[in-house]
């Protein structure tokens, strides 16, 4: 990874090896202090690399706090830092795909043990969510050359995408989509890289490629694909067509501190703050069950959809925590907030010119050429890995351009899912007004 050398200076100060050498036991917490700026996250980064055996959980107030820890850890140490984010509504379902989608996706790595770092909110941590049980139930993987009694028959399969809570369409162009063609069947689903193009002969799954959702044409051939379930509420009905009654995954529901492995260490930021939006998120269940069941729905109760703030407690001192605490901190590091720049190059120059040596750490490679353009080229280190935050560690300055330029930074995450190009007869719904070039206006009939 580029930002690579931060760990490694991290990891270099002493209070680091002694933090890392006496990490709190189960049950046990300590508060560190001294780490402004996105230097928890370096923090973080270097004690990941040298606990390898431990997962890291991040604890943040807010959606906002958890995106920026994400968007500094994935440039500290890339795919092994995930986000597992709160549920939008209050129900037991989320209605969007890509918050869906990612908690889903990030439940099945945490379980297979592919996270290293895992961020979250506190209220996120309290929602107690049906997924587990549904990835255990529920995931379909399907392998090429296999027959149908490994990876079922395409009437089988069809059944189970259905219970899954697939949508069954003439042409799949989004995420939760599939569609059936004689013995061809394209899937788009939570957990898969690209879309894939199924193809049976009898009971054998003879063909297995990824498909371009905009010309609909096959691609890569693939040897297998694991395909997740889009609901994990509500769907024994549909799923005992295909599945046993004892494996459905039925009313149990489970919080994310259920799922943690029991030496998982939590990181906790600003400690007071996340038992109070834990209460909030509990006052705001009763409300929001209060008004359901007034417009006639069937709401589950809300000890189903959160755990208890009180319970919540409990099993949070249950783990092993690390308070980002500057008040009255056990271990504190050297480190310090860097000087303000206020879009004075005059005083960026002076800066980078002393001691200690920095580095700037800049959003993209148009910034870095502006700032080439506006620095002398024997002054300070330009590098593109974009961080919140700059700090001063005793033998290193790290600026942000941002932070120099005094711009917010854009946290913009790509769609986790494509979507089809519409096109212009895809567009067109039955009833719409169109103008032919040589006949004039009309009605599209379909």
């Known amino acids: 990874m580029a930002l690579d050398f931060l760990i ?45 055996q431990r997962v890291f959980v991040v604890l943040t107030a807010t959606p906002t706090d958890a995106e920026r820890w994400l968007a500094d850890l994935q440039a500290l140490i890339g795919v092994g830092a995930a986000l597992y984010p709160q549920r939008e509504a ?26 290293r770092i895992l961020v979250t909110t506190a209220r996120a941590a309290a929602e107690r969510t049906a997924v587990p049980a549904a990835l255990r139930d529920m995931r379909l993987v399907l392998a090429r050359g296999e027959r149908g009694a490994g990876s079922g028959t395409l009437r089988e399969v069809i059944q189970r995408l259905e219970g899954m809570g697939y949508n069954r369409v003439p042409t799949v162009t989004e995420v939760a989509e599939f569609s059936v063609r004689g013995g061809i069947l394209d899937v788009y689903g939570f957990g898969m890289a690209a879309p894939a193009r199924l193809e ?20 890569e051939e693939i040897e297998r694909v694991t395909i997740l379930p889009v609901k994990t509420e509500g769907l024994a009905t549909a799923q005992a067509a295909v599945q046993p009654a004892a494996s459905l995954p039925g009313s149990q529901r489970q919080s ?21 939006e834990v209460d909030r998120a509990w006052a705001d269940a009763a409300h929001h069950l209060t008004i359901a069941r007034r417009l006639g729905e069937e709401p589950p109760a809300r000890e189903a959809l959160f755990v208890e703030p009180d ?18 901190a056990a271990v504190r590091f050297p480190i310090a907030p860097p000087e303000a720049v206020d879009r004075d190059i005059k005083r960026l120059r002076r800066i980078v010119a002393g001691e200690p040596p920095t580095v700037i750490l800049c959003d993209n490679e148009g910034q870095l050429e502006r700032l080439e353009e506006l ?14 935050g700059g700090f001063l560690l005793p033998d290193l300055r790290v600026l942000t351009d941002h932070e120099i330029f005094r711009r917010a930074r854009r946290l913009r995450r790509p769609r ?12 067109l719904k039955v009833g719409d007004y169109v103008v032919h070039l040589e006949h004039g206006i009309g009605i599209y009939r379909g």
């Not at 009898?202 to 044409?217: E, I, K, N, P, V």
């Open 90 to 115: 209050l129900g037991a379902e989320e209605p969007h795909f890509e918050i869906a989608g990612e908690r889903i996706e990030t439940l099945e790595m945490l379980l297979s043990g592919q996270v």
């Open 416 to 427: 986790r899912y494509r979507e089809a190009l519409a096109t212009a007869a895809q567009a």
């Open 200 to 219: 049976w002969w009898g009971d054998d799954l003879a063909s297995l490629r990824t498909f371009d959702l905009d010309t609909q044409r096959s691609a």
């Open 8 to 52: 490694d200076r991290m990891a270099e100060l002493p209070a680091t090896g002694a933090l890392a050498g006496a990490l709190p036991a189960a049950g046990a917490g300590v508060s560190v202090g001294g780490l402004p700026g996105s230097s928890p996250a370096v923090l973080l980064g270097a004690l990941a690399r040298r606990v390898a």
């Open 311 to 328: 319970a919540w407690r409990a099993a949070l001192r249950r783990f092993a925590r690390l308070s980002l605490n500057s008040a009255d």
């Open 256 to 276: 994310l501190l259920d799922l943690l492995p029991t030496d998982a260490l939590l990181i906790l930021e600003q400690e007071t703050a996340l038992g109070g």
């Open 375 to 388: 620095l002398d080229a024997q002054l300070g280190t330009l590098v593109v890995g974009a961080l919140d």
